[in-house]
C-alpha cells in the first residue's frame, strides 16, 4: 500500500486535475467548434518554450510556464485577429496561427545556440506522469504530515490550483458562457461583452494547457479538450448535466488509462508498463468510441444543420 | 423633457445633428454598415413612430438584417447612431427584446425550450442569482402565449422550424421589454406558426409596445403592419403603410427584380 501512496497515487490525481481542466472548457469549444485550439495551443507551446529559455538562459519550470503561456495569449489573439479581420471560420485561422508558431519555434530553435539543450519531443508530447512520485508517502499518516506534505510533486498542487481556478470560473460564468456559445447575437443584446467572453475563454483554456503539458504533455491535453466533453455530448441533452458527464469521463479516462498502462501489459503477459499518458488519451477516445455507438442522445449529432 | 424633441450633442466637430423626437422608441440616423469595401447599409435615417408596427422591407442582400444588428450592437458600424426611447443604446437594453433569425443559431445545443426562455431573462438574473418558481411561471406564461407549453422540457433540437421560431419569440416576451426587434419572424415557418407569432404581435401592439420586423412577403405588408420602412443599401421612402406601400415605391426598392404582375396583386396604397 505504502507503494501506492509514493508511486501511483500523485500521478493518478496529477492526471485527473489535468484531465478535468481541460475538459471543462473543452465543453464549451466543443460547442463553438472550437475544439481545435487545444491543438493549436500545444503547438505554440514550443516557440514559447524556446525563447523563455533563450531570454533566461537555464532550463526551469517557471519561465517555461510563463514563456509557455504567453505565446498561448500571443496565439489568442492572433487567431482572434485573423478571425474576426479575415472573416474566416476559426477553424482556418488556427490552422494558419498556430501553424506559423510552430514553425516560427523551429527556426528559432535551429538559428540559435540552443543545440546543447536538450528539449526533447518525447517529453513534451508523452510528459512525465511516472516520475511524478512522492517518496515521503510512506504510509496514510503521511497524508497529514505537513513534512511529508511539503515534498509531494509541485506539479500536484499547481494542478489542483489551475483545476480549481477554472471550476470556479466556469461556475461563476456559466450564464454568459452558455449563452454566448448558444446565441451570440442575442447575448451582445442583453449587453454581455461577448468577445471578452471569447476571449476569456479561450484564455482559460491555454491557462489549462500549459499547465497539464508541463505536468503530464500535450497528448493528454489535446485529447481531454474534445473526447470528454464530445462523449459527453452524447449522453445527455442538457449542457449542465453534458459538463458532469464530461468531469465523469476525463476522471475515468486519467484513472483507467494510469492503470491500464502499469498494469494492462502485465496481465497480458508483457513485462514492461506503457505511457500512462499515451495510455489515458487513448482511454478517453475509446470512451468516445463507445458514446458514439452506444450515447443514448447520438441520434441529432452530425445531422445536417436546418437553414 | 417634454419638449417632445431632444437635441444631440455634436459629432466631431460636424454641425449639429438632426433632431430626434424624444418619444421615438427607434431611431437611427446617419447608419452606415460595411463588411468589406462596399457598403450593406449606407447612410440610412429613422424615426418609428410610437406604439408602431413597423415592416423593414426590401430584396434580399439590401441591409435590412445588418440594419438591425448595427442598431442593437451585434455588428459594428462605420457610422450612425442610435436612439432607444430617447436614450442611447447602453442604457436602454433593458427595453429592447430582440428575436433573431432562426438559421444564426446552432439548434442542436443541448438545451431545452424552458431554458432558451429562460435566457431571456439573463439580464435580471445577472451571473448568480437562482432561477425560482415566479421565473419559471413567468417562463411558461411567455411559452403558453405562444401556444409553446406542452413542449416546456424538449430539447430544442427536436422541435420543427416553426416551433423554434415561437420558442424565440416566447424568449423575446420574457424579456419584459417595450420595443420588439424582430428579424425576419416569419421565415420558413408553417401557417400556424405565423398566424400564432403575428397574433402575439399585434396584442403587443395592443399593449402599446413598439414592434419593428424585417419581413419578406409582400403579399402580408398591409394585412401585418401600419408603418414601413423600405430600403435597399440606402433608405428608399418610409412612413404609413396606407401611404407609402406604393407601386413607385416598391419597384424603386426592388428595381427590375419585381415583376410588374406581382405588384399588381399586392394591396397597395394608391399613389
Given at each position: ?183 451570440e447575437g442575442?447575448?451582445a ?119 | ?32 454598415v460595411s463588411y468589406?469595401?462596399?457598403?450593406v447599409v ?21 441591409g435590412?438584417s445588418s440594419l438591425l444588428k448595427a442598431a442593437l450592437g451585434i455588428v459594428p458600424s462605420i ?193
Amino acid at each position: 500500500m505504502d507503494g501506492f501512496l509514493q508511486l501511483d497515487l500523485p500521478p493518478i490525481l496529477i492526471g485527473t486535475l489535468a484531465a478535468i481542466a481541460c475538459a471543462l472548457p473543452g465543453n464549451f469549444l466543443v460547442l463553438r467548434r472550437q475544439a481545435l485550439i487545444g491543438d493549436a495551443i500545444s503547438h505554440v507551446v514550443l516557440p514559447g518554450i524556446v525563447v523563455a529559455f533563450l531570454v533566461t538562459g537555464v532550463v526551469a519550470t517557471w519561465p517555461m510556464m510563463l514563456g509557455a503561456a504567453g505565446a498561448a495569449v500571443v496565439a489568442v489573439v492572433l487567431i482572434e485577429a485573423v478571425r474576426r479581420l479575415g472573416r474566416i471560420e476559426p477553424g482556418a485561422a488556427m490552422g494558419v496561427v498556430f501553424t506559423a508558431m510552430f514553425a516560427a519555434g523551429v527556426l528559432v530553435l535551429e538559428q540559435s545556440d540552443t543545440s546543447s539543450v536538450h528539449i526533447d519531443v518525447e517529453h513534451a508530447l508523452y510528459g512525465n506522469l511516472e516520475s511524478l512520485i512522492w517518496l515521503s508517502g510512506e504510509g496514510w499518516g503521511s497524508l497529514l504530515d505537513p513534512a511529508a506534505l511539503a515534498d509531494l510533486p509541485p506539479e500536484l498542487p499547481r494542478m489542483a490550483a489551475v483545476a480549481a481556478l477554472i471550476a470556479l470560473l466556469t461556475a461563476l460564468f456559466w450564464r454568459p458562457l452558455k449563452l454566448s456559445t448558444f446565441d451570440e447575437g442575442f447575448a451582445a443584446t442583453l449587453g454581455m461583452p461577448v468577445r471578452a467572453i471569447s476571449f476569456g475563454l479561450v484564455v482559460t483554456a491555454a491557462v489549462a494547457a500549459v499547465a497539464a503539458f508541463d505536468a503530464v504533455g500535450s497528448i493528454i491535453v489535446i485529447a481531454m479538450f474534445i473526447c470528454p466533453p464530445a462523449a459527453a455530448r452524447l449522453m445527455t441533452n442538457r449542457l449542465e448535466r453534458q459538463v458532469a458527464w464530461s468531469v465523469a469521463f476525463a476522471t475515468l479516462s486519467a484513472v483507467l488509462g494510469y492503470v491500464l498502462a502499469g498494469w494492462g501489459p502485465l496481465w497480458l503477459g508483457g513485462e514492461n508498463a506503457v505511457s500512462a499518458a499515451g495510455m489515458i488519451a487513448t482511454v478517453s477516445g475509446a470512451i468516445l468510441g463507445l458514446a458514439c455507438l452506444a450515447g443514448p442522445h447520438r441520434s441529432r449529432v452530425g445531422a445536417v444543420r436546418e437553414g | 423633457m417634454q419638449q417632445g424633441e431632444v437635441r444631440l450633442a455634436t459629432d466631431g466637430g460636424r454641425a449639429m445633428s438632426p433632431t430626434v423626437p424624444v418619444d421615438s422608441p427607434f431611431a437611427v440616423q446617419e447608419m452606415t454598415v460595411s463588411y468589406g469595401e462596399k457598403p450593406v447599409v449606407f447612410n440610412v435615417d429613422f424615426t418609428a413612430p410610437p406604439e408602431s408596427m413597423v415592416a423593414i422591407v426590401g430584396p434580399n442582400g439590401a441591409g435590412k438584417s445588418s440594419l438591425l444588428k448595427a442598431a442593437l450592437g451585434i455588428v459594428p458600424s462605420i457610422s450612425g447612431r442610435v436612439t432607444v426611447f430617447g436614450e442611447p443604446l447602453a442604457t436602454a437594453r433593458r427595453r429592447i427584446a430582440y428575436v433573431p433569425q432562426r438559421a444564426s443559431v446552432d439548434w442542436d445545443f443541448p438545451t431545452r425550450v424552458i431554458d432558451v426562455v429562460l435566457m431571456g431573462m439573463y439580464r435580471e438574473l445577472g451571473l448568480l442569482k437562482l432561477v425560482r418558481r415566479p421565473h419559471r411561471e413567468r417562463a411558461m406564461a411567455c411559452l403558453a402565449r405562444v401556444g409553446m407549453a406542452d413542449f416546456a422540457d424538449r430539447q430544442i433540437g427536436q422541435l420543427s422550424g416553426g416551433q423554434q421560431q415561437r420558442v424565440f419569440l416566447a424568449r423575446a416576451l420574457a424579456q419584459g421589454a417595450d420595443l420588439y426587434l424582430l428579424d425576419e419572424p416569419f421565415a420558413g415557418v408553417d401557417a400556424a406558426t405565423e398566424k400564432a407569432i403575428i397574433d402575439v404581435l399585434k396584442s403587443l401592439k395592443a399593449e402599446r409596445k413598439t414592434v419593428i420586423a424585417v419581413h419578406h412577403d409582400l403579399a402580408t405588408v398591409a394585412d401585418y403592419f401600419d408603418h414601413l420602412l423600405l430600403i435597399n443599401v440606402r433608405k428608399i421612402a418610409d412612413g404609413p403603410v396606407a401611404t407609402t406601400f406604393t407601386a413607385q415605391n416598391l419597384q424603386a426598392t426592388y428595381g427590375g427584380r419585381l415583376a410588374t404582375a406581382h405588384i399588381d396583386q399586392l394591396q397597395l396604397a394608391s399613389g
